[in-house]
């Protein structure tokens, strides 16, 4: 296929590292690997794991930029409120910033005409500016659809009426404005078309997550004891009571673990660790870049996904890709019903436990805990694996382009 210039609009993009924007990077890093021409728009992001160019992100640096939306004066900030309202007709976040991105979106097109339009989430505004962008240039745009709005988060926080019918107006607006709308999940899909987008139609694709190809030896060393890691935060979205508790049962029965945990915790749950005499077993450490996390995780028995009690699994897990493309077993604590138990259930090398089940979470571990050093490692042509491998993404967004008449 000939080579695609895309313009890639989307608040989430390195040197800021986090969830979204990872999911973003590795797209990007592929979709320039085949040879398309990817140009990044993005803003500055300020929850990160890390926040300086890294050798992984660093060849495509030059292609990546973030208009500059700060403010001289209250007055330059009241004016360019003003301007942003009367330009997107809507009170949203990004109004300010998305005046700097369409003069400099606007430049590289007149530079070099793009070709597609990609817009992603987690905020909606990306697709307000590249449906604006795809208009004016009469090019199709490509909304990509990662997560829920605020409105419609299971277990997120409440948001105001207004603010909710904002949310499900820009919803609607983009959905039935995009040439083609991605979803990572089915059920994601689905959620959003029982209730923000209920009732309206517009043509959809599901497009997990990608993985990627590996450039060090994936060598597993067993140590004595069995090791598993789990790479995220452990913040209120997750009760890790039911875990806790069980790893309370299996450390007093004798048996012994590490759980290593790389990211942010709350200090509530460093005391409860603390009050369950769980220190030697329960190991904290800060976040890591991106591929130093990578490296690191190759050094467990097995990686563990930890999700919220939902009453369905909506979400793919940005870390299911990572951790499918390291070839490593897998223990997932998820709803009884959800994309993750799609994945894995009934796979050799993984492990689901219902999430909202100390009984079971307690045996399954047990089991993985007592059959070490003995471990199942997972088919290469697992159903998680198949789904995110690099050169399927690829291919389906390479027929996406072609039936885009791109």
């Known amino acids: 296929m000939r080579s695609i210039r ?5 608040t ?54 973030y208009p500059n939306s700060s403010n001289k ?30 003069i400099l979106a606007n430049k590289l097109h007149q530079d070099k005409p793009f070709d597609v339009i990609m817009t992603r989430m987690p905020s909606l505004f990306p697709h307000m500016l590249g449906l604006r962008l795809g208009a004016l240039w009469k090019v199709p745009v490509i909304c990509n659809w990662n997560d829920p709005t605020d409105d419609i988060r299971p277990f997120g926080n409440k948001v105001s009426k207004c603010r909710s019918l ?17 979803f990572p999940s089915k059920r994601l899909r689905d959620h959003y078309l029982k209730t923000n987008l209920s009732g309206i139609s517009s043509p959809t694709e599901i497009v997990p997550h990608i993985g990627f190809y590996p450039d060090f030896e994936l060598n597993h060393n067993q140590q004595g004891i069995v090791k598993i890691a789990h790479a995220g935060n452990m913040l209120d979205n997750i009760n890790l009571d039911l875990l806790l508790v069980s790893f309370k049962s299996i450390w007093e029965k004798g048996l012994s673990f590490e759980f290593h945990v790389f990211g942010i915790v709350q200090q509530k749950l460093l005391s409860k660790i603390e009050a369950m005499g ?14 130093e996390m990578i490296l690191r995780l190759m050094e467990f028995d097995y990686l563990m996904i930890l999700e919220a009690q939902y009453e369905e699994g909506i979400l793919m897990l940005s870390k299911l890709s990572d951790y499918a493309s390291l070839g490593k ?46 471990i199942d490692f997972p088919r290469s042509d697992n159903r998680l694996w198949t789904d995110v491998n690099p050169s399927k993404i690829l291919e389906t967004y390479e027929q996406i382009f072609d039936r885009l008449y791109i």
């Open 6 to 10: 895309i313009l890639f609009i989307t």
């Open 12 to 65: 989430a993009f390195p040197p800021y590292e986090f969830s979204e924007a990872l999911v973003n990077a590795k797209l990007v890093k592929s979709l320039m690997n085949k040879g398309h021409d990817v140009h990044v728009v993005s803003r500055p992001a300020t929850i990160v794991y890390a926040n300086s160019w890294s050798g992984e992100w660093e060849p495509f640096r030059d292609q990546v930029y």
């Open 73 to 102: 004066s209250k007055w330059e900030f009241h004016l360019k409120t003003i301007k942003g309202l009367l330009r997107y007709k809507l009170p949203v976040e990004g109004i300010r910033w998305g005046l700097e991105a369409e």
């Open 166 to 182: 904002l949310l499900k107006y820009i919803s609607r607006k983009a959905f039935k404005s995009a040439s083609l709308n991605t």
């Open 278 to 291: 769980l220190e030697k077993a329960i190991i904290i450490h800060n976040p890591l870049r991106y591929t």
């Open 329 to 374: 077993p897998i223990i997932a604590l998820s709803p009884r019903n959800g994309v993750t138990k799609d994945y894995l259930m009934g796979e050799k090398g993984f492990y689901v436990y219902d999430n909202s089940n100390q009984e079971e979470i307690e045996i399954g571990l047990t089991e993985i805990i007592n059959e070490f050093p003995a």
